[in-house]
């Protein structure tokens, strides 16, 4: 009696290394699980076929679902904000005047990125600014930037 791999084999497969992925800090045993689940859909479907057609099927498929995950998927989702960035990496960021300050009131600019979670700050100037005028982060003092004027 030989011994042969039915689609519910690559079900439990799939499903150990997904739940390995758990204890495994890489997100990438994750891929190989779902390889195992599309090769059992395959399974399902063409029940003949041959052990090393499935692993190869197996292989291409997890590579395919990895490459996919690394080259397409999470450029997209890296954070761009520069939140939860040390105070200095912000440093020279430049925004836009959204609210002329007028004592005692401080004014508002407004960063096409945001900074340090937020895009809109409170802000002090030396100089005298005007509405649309750019400045550039020098310093954070609390919650209000300390700005110049962007030469």
């Keep these: 009696m030989a011994f ?7 079900v439990v497969f799939g499903m150990l290394l997904i739940l390995a992925e758990l204890v495994l800090p890489s997100f990438t045993v994750f891929w190989f699980g779902l390889g195992a ?4 859909v395959l399974m399902w ?5 041959s052990l090393s057609l499935q ?14 995950w690394f080259k397409l998927v999470r450029p997209l ?11 200095e990496a912000v440093l020279g960021e430049t925004g ?3 609210q002329v ?6 004014g508002q600019m407004r960063f096409a990125t945001p900074v340090l979670g937020d895009d809109e700050w409170e802000f002090i100037c030396d100089e ?24």
């Design 4 to 10: 042969q791999i039915e689609y519910w084999h690559w």
């Design 37 to 40: 689940f599309l090769l059992a």
């Design 45 to 49: 479907l063409q029940p003949d076929l």
């Design 55 to 68: 692993l190869v099927a197996w292989a291409v498929s997890s590579s395919l679902f990895a490459l996919g």
């Design 77 to 87: 989702m890296v954070d761009r904000t520069k939140a939860g960035i040390a105070r």
């Design 96 to 98: 836009q005047v959204i």
């Design 101 to 106: 300050p007028q004592p005692p009131r401080r």
């Design 128 to 151: 005298p600014v005007e509405l649309g005028d750019r400045l550039m982060i020098v310093e954070i003092s609390g919650n209000t930037l300390i700005v110049k004027k962007r030469g």
